[in-house]
Nanobody, 124 residues
Framework: QVQLVESGGGAVQAGGSLRLSCAAS????????MGWFRQAPEKDREYVAA????????TYADSVKGRFTISRDNRQNMMYLQMNDLKPEDTAVYYC?????????????????WGHGTQVTVSS
């Protein structure tokens, strides 16, 4: 059983930056791809970014490409999401998740463990 705990959320003004962290435990971390998703009020959960098990491959949703950077540190069992040039439409609860596979995926159904989320609020 894997446990995921997100941190780093908060309230910022448009154009600001935040760095989210996800601490993982309970599974051999280096074998599994991971991702970030977000959910705004009254909207479906949305894919944000994913990183392969090795960290060598990353993918992004078009809405965050060029502004967000996903990374991981397998020695520390940590994953990160650096968010720059934040916009009000980035406001959501952000979740980290892990798959049982080494390759990246944008499909929520491929992920078998989720954190409880961290709130990001961007004001205009």
């Amino acid at each position: 059983q894997v446990q995921l705990v997100e941190s780093g959320g908060g309230a910022v003004q448009a154009g600001g930056s935040l760095r989210l962290s996800c601490a993982a435990s309970g599974r051999y971390f280096g074998r599994n791809s991971m991702g970030w998703f977000r959910q705004a009020p009254e909207k479906d959960r949305e894919y944000v970014a994913a990183v392969s098990a090795s960290g060598g491959s990353t993918t992004y949703a078009d809405s965050v490409k060029g502004r967000f950077t996903i990374s991981r540190d397998n020695r520390q069992n940590m994953m990160y999401l650096q968010m720059n040039d934040l916009k009000p439409e980035d406001t959501a609860v952000y979740y980290c998740a892990v798959t049982p596979n080494p390759h990246t995926s944008s499909r929520p159904s491929d992920y078998d463990a989720w954190g409880h989320g961290t709130q990001v609020t961007v004001s205009s």
